[in-house]
C-alpha cells in the first residue's frame, strides 16, 4: 500500500514557474513506476509526465514538453514536477500516481495503482 500527498500548487501568472511535490509512504517507492497527471474542470484527466522506476527515462505530453520536468528521489520517497512557462490552460489539479506493476510509466490513467488526492494550479492571464 502507498499513500501519495501533493504539494505545492497554487496561483501564478503567465510565464512563472511552480514545482509539485509527491510524497510517498512506504518502502518500496523506487519499485513503482511513478506519473503526474491532470484534470481541468469540464475535462477528462490526461497525462502530463512520468518517470521509469529507475530514474532512467521520462516521458512528456507534447503540450508541457520542454516546459515541464519530472525527477525522483528515491531517498526522499518524493516525485517532482518542476513547471516552467506556464500557460493559463496548464490551469487543472494535479495528480500523481504510481503504478506498482510497470518498468516504464503508462499514459492511461487506468494503469495506476494509487493516486493522491491533487493539487490545484491556477495560471492566470
Known amino acids: 500500500q502507498v499513500q501519495l500527498v501533493e504539494s505545492g500548487g497554487g496561483l501564478v501568472q503567465a510565464g512563472g514557474s511552480l514545482r509539485l511535490s509527491c510524497a510517498a509512504s512506504g518502502r518500496t517507492f523506487s519499485t513503482y513506476a511513478m506519473g503526474w497527471f491532470r484534470q481541468a474542470p469540464g475535462k477528462e484527466r490526461e497525462f502530463v509526465a512520468g518517470?521509469?522506476?529507475?530514474?532512467?527515462?521520462?516521458y512528456y505530453a507534447d503540450s508541457v514538453k520542454g516546459r515541464f520536468t519530472i525527477s525522483r528521489d528515491n531517498a526522499k520517497n518524493t516525485v517532482y514536477l518542476q513547471m516552467g512557462s506556464l500557460k493559463p490552460e496548464d490551469t487543472a489539479v494535479y495528480y500523481c500516481a504510481a503504478d506498482q506493476f510497470s518498468w516504464s510509466p503508462s499514459q492511461s490513467q487506468h494503469d495506476y495503482d494509487y493516486w493522491g488526492q491533487g493539487t490545484q494550479v491556477t495560471v492566470s492571464s
Open positions: 518517470i521509469s522506476r529507475s530514474n532512467g527515462r521520462t
